[in-house]
Each structure stands twice: as structure tokens, then as C-alpha cells.
């Protein structure tokens, strides 16, 4: 196939992961997609996290009633930490004869890979489930282990507390913010600016880490507003969106929570959310992120001319004023201080539009797509009593 054939062809797309980020990325760049890297958390390694080796001892120390196993790469990581501490035998003999929850298949797996069995498994792969069913038993007195992964879970943990059980958490693979914030500061202003068109979030603390580098270059509130309207975002699970769904954030997310579901969900509804087509001068336009498809061939497009184009295609056929099409050019990054600042938008001149028109003309490789009505602005070459294909999302500079 052309690359104009593959779903993500023509779209930018964040990746924020630090596990598995490179596999992400050969999904997304196999379906089409530029792919921005900007790890936003990193892996604390498991051989010196102290806090991992004191819960392993507590869980060996005295018996467990039951163990929850969230993740299968999470308990596999624990047994290899405990593999390197001496205590692996002890742990595993310790899990025998215990009520071990698994919260998915991947974590049944890795209960039954070292010879246990699992008593129950949500077919939801649900921590809600999980929880309600320990709080269906008496818990009074008892002792649960509880493998986390990647983050606390403070209502889990604290409604079993509340039932009166005794809580050990297991921190396996717990994050931190990167040492270089820089690729997701970059990031962070792409979106704002309108130059990605969606970020995917595969973990929890990925996002309060995307949210607490923007606040602190001021740009929460703009990133928010770009989630909500032209970047789409994209997470794993309900777990990774609740920070976004409770700032009123829509969000794609896949049925089961899997990369390669992720992937899926992405090139199934970013296309719909932005794209667009228009028939002009005879032929087929779609405008793809940060590119058009014209004559069956994939064209990117600079971001001042895309949104001159963008401008244009919501009123195909139309004059847009060039005094109207100053406001849509993309305003400019300041660098010095906090390099996403944005500064105060200088006011276009027309001969920046004409710049951008002349470039646009040149990226489309056609003449005739983009007229010029004198003395009154531009417009595409439609009819405008033609129906184009109703826009799909609202298009930003």
C-alpha cells in the first residue's frame, strides 16, 4: 500500500510511554504515524528500591490470607527482585495455600507460570471487581498483599483497611519524573501550538506527569483546552484517563488494555475526528492532520499553510478576508525561561498570509486548488452549494 492507504498516514502522534515505548511506536509508525517520542515517567530500577525489598520481608515474614496480582509483568518483575535477594523460595512457598486474585489473564498467567493457581478472576479485568470481591469476605484480621503497579491505590487499599484487613503494598516498578523533561516539554507545546494531533497515555502517572511539567510552564489550562477539542487523547484504560476524564477530557480507549488495542482504537477514530474531504477543482481533498491527500498521494503540510488551508476548508468555496486569515496563523514559541511559554500573539500582517498561501499553493503541487479573489481574500475551488463531507472536528492552527 501507499502510505496515503495507512490510517495514521499524515497524523502526529505523542508517545509518552516508558515501557514498551518502542513497541508503541513501531504500531503507530507500521499504521502510518510520525511518531513524537517524550517518555514522561521513567522506571525506578527494581534492585534498589528499598521500599519493594521491605514489603517483600513483610510478606514473608508472616503468613498472607490473600495476594492481589494486578499485572503479570509486575509479578514476574517482584519474583526476579526477590530472585536477587535470596527470597524467592521463601515468597513462593509463602503464596501457597493463599487466596491469590488475578485482576487478567496476563496475570493469571505469570500465578500459573511458577506452579500457583489463581481462586478467582474478574472476566472485567477489574480492580473495582477485585475489591468487591474481598469486601464480600471478613476481613477483620486479615493480611493482603497487594501487588501495585506503577502507582498507589489509595481507594483500594483504604476500603480494605476500613473492613479491618491488614495491607501490605507491593510497589513493583514504581515511577518517577524523567531526569530530562525536555521531549515532553516539547511535546506539551506541539499540542498546544496544534502541530500533533493526538498523545497516547499508557499509564496513570504518565499523564500527572504531562499535567505537572505543562503547569509548570504555565500551559495546564491550553493543554487541557487542546485535549478537548483538536489533540485526540489516547489511554490504555479507565485507570490511565481518570485524570482526564475528571478535567472533562474526552478520551479514545480500546476495549481490552493492550497496546496493540490501543493502536487499533487510535486508527479508528482519529481519522474520523481529523479529517476531512472536499471535492475541488474535479478532484478528492482530505485534509489529514499535518497532511493532505491529493490526486491519491500523501503531502505534508507545514503548519502556517495547513492552517491557512484548514481556515479555508470550513467554508469551501467562500471568500476568507486575508485580514481573517491573520488570526489563524499559528502563533509564535518564545524560547528563554520556560521554552513552551507562549508569548503574547504578534499581530499577523498580510504579507505573512501571502507568504503562507504561496507555500500552501506549493505544497499542494497543483495549481488552481487555491484562488485568489482580488482585493477580497482567498477561497478553494468548490462550488459551495456542493455538500462536502460534514467536518469532524474543529480544526486549530
Not at 315 to 327: F, K, N
Request: net charge positive; glycine share 8%; with cysteine.
Amino acid at each position: 500500500m501507499s502510505s496515503a492507504d495507512e490510517p495514521l498516514a499524515g497524523f502526529a502522534v505523542g508517545v509518552t510511554a516508558a515501557r514498551r515505548h518502542e513497541e508503541l511506536a513501531m504500531l503507530l509508525e507500521r499504521r502510518g504515524a510520525r511518531v513524537v517520542l517524550a517518555p514522561a515517567i521513567r522506571l525506578i530500577p527494581l534492585a534498589d528500591d528499598v521500599e519493594l525489598l521491605q514489603a517483600t520481608k513483610e510478606c514473608v515474614a508472616r503468613p498472607l490470607d490473600h495476594a492481589v496480582v494486578t499485572t503479570g509483568i509486575g509479578f514476574r518483575a517482584w519474583l526476579e527482585a526477590a530472585d536477587g535477594w535470596g527470597l524467592r523460595e521463601e515468597l513462593v512457598a509463602r503464596l501457597e495455600g493463599v487466596g491469590i486474585l488475578a485482576r487478567g489473564p496476563k496475570a493469571r498467567g505469570a500465578i500459573r507460570q511458577i506452579g500457583l493457581a489463581e481462586e478467582w478472576s474478574p472476566p472485567a479485568e477489574s480492580c473495582a471487581e477485585v475489591l468487591k470481591y474481598l469486601l464480600a469476605k471478613d476481613l477483620r484480621g486479615a493480611r493482603v498483599a497487594v501487588q501495585l503497579y506503577g502507582e498507589q491505590l489509595p481507594e483500594f487499599t483504604g476500603a480494605l483497611r476500613a473492613a479491618g484487613a491488614e495491607v501490605v503494598e507491593i510497589p513493583v516498578y514504581r515511577w518517577s519524573r524523567t531526569d530530562d523533561s525536555t521531549p515532553l516539554r516539547r511535546l506539551v507545546g506541539q499540542a498546544v501550538a496544534g502541530t500533533v494531533d493526538a498523545i497516547t497515555f499508557t499509564s496513570a502517572p504518565a499523564v500527572a506527569s504531562t499535567l505537572a511539567v505543562a503547569a509548570e510552564d504555565g500551559l495546564e489550562e491550553p493543554l487541557l483546552e487542546a485535549l478537548r477539542t483538536h489533540v485526540v487523547a489516547a489511554c490504555v484504560g479507565p485507570v490511565t484517563a481518570q485524570a482526564l476524564t475528571e478535567r472533562a477530557v474526552p478520551t479514545v480507549q480500546p476495549e481490552r488494555a493492550r497496546i496493540g488495542a490501543l493502536v487499533r482504537a487510535l486508527a479508528e477514530n482519529l481519522p474520523r475526528r481529523r479529517s476531512r474531504r472536499l471535492s475541488v477543482r474535479g478532484t478528492e481533498l482530505e485534509l489529514r492532520g499535518h497532511a493532505v491527500v491529493l490526486d491519491g498521494q500523501l503531502r505534508p503540510i507545514a503548519p502556517a499553510p495547513m492552517a491557512i488551508l484548514r481556515a479555508l476548508a470550513r467554508r469551501p468555496g467562500h471568500v476568507v478576508s486575508r485580514a481573517e486569515l491573520c488570526g489563524v496563523l499559528p502563533s509564535r514559541l518564545m524560547s528563554g525561561g520556560s521554552p513552551w511559554a507562549r508569548e503574547a500573539r504578534p499581530q499577523a500582517d498580510e504579507h505573512a498570509v501571502e507568504m503562507a498561501v504561496a507555500r500552501l499553493r506549493r505544497g499542494l503541487g497543483r495549481t488552481g486548488i487555491v484562488e485568489t479573489v482580488v482585493k477580497r481574500g482567498y477561497r478553494l475551488a468548490c462550488d459551495p452549494r456542493m455538500a462536502a463531507e460534514p467536518l469532524r472536528a474543529e480544526f486549530h492552527g
